[in-house]
């Protein structure tokens, strides 16, 4: 069966360092993927989108790299601040079906 | 910014009973979606909706559960006789195009808590 995995439930970094958030994917071949941050009690928030076609994409602080060899994407933000503390979710899906699918996501807690 | 609109914040119900959960997409979106959240796991596709019927359900939305888009500002979510296993939080969403272009702008959920 498809499997999306976010590797790890949870991840402490300092503030100023880079994170790095990892999403795997089996048994699946998505045309795109997505990356949102979610905040307790809110509904996830789009961040980047990628597509099977691209390699890297970035956004000011941000950049997701994916590697359909690998079926694997990185998720970064550099400089990281406490404001970025947040649960950050992967969703894949695939050409003409409108059913993108969630990973568990990673709960990013950045300390002062 | 437009802003995908969900009430009630907060329904609580008896088990049996019937809900409607009411989301207002944002107004040039086309595809609409219900996706849920049991606490402290991930987000589950539920539905999406496109050109007025259902374009893709997943196996979590059974005979119990209806979509609806009533009067072209609405869509809504009923969920026939509610299970104690229901309880949730449910996100509305919408997107202008397909997600392989669009991002999903998500509503801030209804909670449902089934007793």
């Known amino acids: 069966s498809q499997k999306i995995e976010q590797n790890s439930e949870a991840l402490n970094i300092q503030e100023g360092k880079t994170a790095t958030l990892t999403c795997n994917y089996t048994?699946?071949?998505?045309?795109?993927l997505q990356w949102y941050r979610q905040d307790p009690g809110r509904g996830p928030v789009f961040l980047l989108l990628?597509?099977?076609?691209?390699k890297e994409k970035r956004k000011e602080r941000l950049k997701v790299t994916f590697d359909t060899t690998l079926k694997q994407s990185l998720f970064h933000i550099t400089a990281s601040q406490p404001a970025d503390s947040a649960t950050y979710l992967c969703?894949?899906?695939?050409?003409?079906?409108?059913?993108?699918?969630f990973g568990a996501g990673t709960r990013l807690t950045v300390k002062p | 910014e437009p802003e995908v609109t969900q009430t009630p914040s907060h329904q609580v119900t008896q088990m049996g009973q019937e809900v409607i959960l009411r989301c207002v997409p944002i107004?040039?979106?086309?595809?609409f979606y219900w996706y849920r959240q049991i606490l402290g796991q991930k987000v589950e596709f539920l539905v999406s909706?496109?050109?007025?019927?259902?374009?893709?359900k997943s196996e979590i939305f059974d005979d119990q559960f209806s979509v609806e888009r009533p009067d072209g500002s609405n869509f809504t979510l009923k969920i026939r006789s509610t299970k104690l296993e229901d309880s949730a939080m449910y996100f509305c969403?919408?997107?202008?195009?397909?997600?392989?272009?669009?991002?999903?702008?998500f509503g801030n959920g209804t909670r449902l808590t089934v007793t």
């Open positions: 969403a919408s997107t202008e195009g397909g997600p392989e272009n669009s991002p999903l702008h």
């Open positions: 048994n699946y071949s998505p045309a795109y």
């Open positions: 990628i597509r099977e076609n691209e």
């Open positions: 969703a894949l899906g695939g050409y003409n079906n409108n059913d993108m699918r």
């Open positions: 107004s040039n979106h086309l595809y």
């Open positions: 909706f496109y050109n007025n019927e259902i374009s893709e």
